[in-house]
Structures are given as structure tokens and as C-alpha cells.
């Protein structure tokens, strides 16, 4: 992928979503215990709001997005958690865990940019309008849940745990 735009409205969106309150704690969870990508989970989010239904069959075609994801983003991320325990053992070893939360948020970063480029080729659902600030929009809601249903049952295990986790994640973003 080429020409890639870092400083994006999915960007923006992910940088507002994740800072409210619940947001992180629920995505961490989808993350730790049923193998999201957050990233993913915030993008059909983001999509909803742009009036967008996820196709995945999109994402797995542009075989960068997960290439990245599996061998720039994940071994960062492992390599931080690694550090976690020892991080505040001296101010060198802070310092280096601090530079590697650096280094993940940078490379997730340039993940969203690349699944920025791919929404553009997302359809617009007929009947949702993009939805501009936050607040509650029942249509943007619902093509969220069906966005983050579709993501689920394409990339992650099935378990009865997830519904309840991202229909909290809607109310939280949505």
C-alpha cells in the first residue's frame, strides 16, 4: 500500500473512542480472552458511523493489512508485555518499555491507515446517513452490532461471551 494517510478521521475516531470511559477496559478483554484486534473491532465501529457495512472479505484480500497486524504490530506488543513486570525495575528499563508502547501505537497506527484506504471501497448502506458527532443514532448502532458481528463470526472463536462484549462496546461508542 502506497501514499498512506497516518493522521485520519478513523484515526481521530479511534484516538476520541478509546479514551472514554469503558472503551479500553472492553476492547482489552475482546482482545486478551477472544483474540480481537482492536483495531478491527474500532473500524467497524468507525465504518458504522460513516454509514458503511463491513466487508471482510476486503480485508482478507489485502493480505498487507494482516501481514502487518502479524509481524509488525503483535511482536512489538509481546515484547512490551514482556517488559510490563520489569519496567519499573530502573529508569533505563522504563525508559525502554515507554519506547516500545511508542513503537506499538506507531505500528497500529500505520495499521488504520491501511484499513483507512480499504473503507473507501466499503459500501454505504442505503437508508444510514453518516453520523458527524457522537450521540445516539439507532441506525448507526445497529449497522455496528452487524459490523462487529460479521468481523466475530469471520475471525474469531466462537463463544456466548462475545455478544454481551460488543453490544457494550456499541453503547460505549455509538
Known sequence: MENLQLENDFWLFTLSRYAKPGVAETCLVLQNQHGANINLLLYCLWLAKKGRSLEWQRIQENGDIDSWHQQQVLPVRQLRLLMKETAHASE?????????????????????????????????????????????????????????????????PASGELKPLLDKLVQLVV
Open 92 to 156: 533505563a528499563q522504563r525508559h525502554y518499555y515507554e519506547s516500545l508502547k511508542k513503537e506499538e501505537l506507531g505500528a497500529e497506527q500505520v495499521e488504520q491507515a491501511m484499513l483507512f484506504q480499504v473503507a473507501l471501497e466499503m459500501p454505504l448502506v442505503a437508508g444510514v446517513q453518516p453520523v458527524r458527532e457522537e450521540g445516539n443514532c439507532p441506525e448507526a448502532s445497529r449497522l455496528a452490532l452487524g459490523n462487529l458481528e460479521k468481523y466475530s463470526r469471520e475471525a474469531l
